[in-house]
C-alpha cells in the first residue's frame, strides 16, 4: 500500500491570486515564483514544527468568523510581530495571542476572507 509522506500544498481560490500573493509577500514575506505559488521544505522549519492534516467535524466553530470551509496554518518566527505586520495590510485581527507548551498561535482574517492561523511552535527541549 502507498503511503503519504507529508502535505504537497495548499491549492485554494481567490478573486485576484496575484494580489493576494503580492498581500501575503508584502505583510508576512512569503516568495511566490511566477506561478503565484510559495515552497516550503520541511528542512526550513524549526525544530519542533510539522505539518497537520486534520478534518474537523462539519459545524465546528473553530473557523469562525470566517465563513469559508478551512483554514489556513502557518510556521512563524513571532506571533505578535506577525499579527502586527498583516494588521497593518488590513487584516482583521482574531481573539488574543493564546500560548500552549507546544507554541504560541493567533489568527487574523486575510483580505479574501481566510481565516489564518499562526503558529510559532514551541522551541524544543
Request: hydrophobic share 35%; with cysteine.
Amino acid at each position: 500500500m502507498a503511503k503519504v509522506q507529508g502535505l504537497g500544498g495548499l491549492f485554494f481560490k481567490c478573486s485576484d491570486p496575484k494580489k493576494l500573493s503580492d498581500w501575503y509577500n508584502k505583510y508576512l514575506g512569503i516568495k511566490f515564483s511566477e506561478w503565484s505559488s510559495a515552497e516550503f521544505k520541511p528542512s526550513d522549519y524549526p525544530g519542533n514544527g510539522f505539518t497537520v492534516f486534520a478534518p474537523f467535524k462539519a459545524d465546528t466553530d473553530y473557523f469562525n468568523p470566517s465563513k469559508k470551509e478551512f483554514m489556513i496554518n502557518l510556521i512563524i518566527d513571532d506571533v505578535a510581530e506577525g499579527l502586527k505586520q498583516v494588521k497593518e495590510g488590513g487584516a482583521e485581527i482574531i481573539g488574543e495571542i493564546q500560548r500552549f507548551d507546544y507554541g504560541d498561535f493567533g489568527w487574523f482574517i486575510d483580505p479574501e476572507g481566510n481565516k489564518v492561523e499562526l503558529w510559532k511552535p514551541a522551541e524544543n527541549k
